[in-house]
């Protein structure tokens, strides 16, 4: 988890600061190119990395303190299981970054990098909306929810338990 919040800051600092600055993309060529695919890519890896292990940690703590007594959800040999699977699912939703981003150099020798969704791997259909709608319900509404929920039962859990040495209303 480490990693992928480390990555997010490190590529979507400069990205923003070059556009906010200069409004343009600052390398060209086949760097800039490949600059261009790879940036928002990592960015949305990262980002969608930091989210699952958000709610694995969640699910782990809910196990802990739900049911205490049984053995963890989230055992250390399924751990690298689920590390891997991380960014394997957050590689393959963030892979069309890598298809619809693209440098575009103009005259002047300015380069631009646009995200262009009328490419040949997706055609003329409306697939950036549906791509954003699937990608805000399932990355940040439904792990959202699923946050508030599993640390409300927990928050509900602490509360209601009856700590040792604490007198109850029926013994006073």
Known sequence: ???????????????????LHTNT???GGQLGQALCKLVPFIISVSFVVS?????LIAVDR???????LRSPLITSKLCPFFILATWIVAAAVSSPDLFTYELVEYPEGTCRCVENWKTEAFGESSSFARFSL???????????????????IIVIKLKTQVHPGEQSANSQ
């Open 62 to 68: 809910f196990g802990a303190v739900v049911f205490p």
């Open 25 to 27: 993309f600052l390398i």
């Open 1 to 19: 988890m480490a990693s992928s919040d480390l990555l997010y800051p490190i590529f979507l600092m400069p990205w923003n600061l070059s556009f």
């Open 51 to 55: 989210t699952q292990n958000l709610i």
């Open 134 to 152: 699937a990608y805000y319900i399932l990355f940040i509404y439904i792990p959202v929810l699923l946050l508030v929920i599993l640390y409300s």
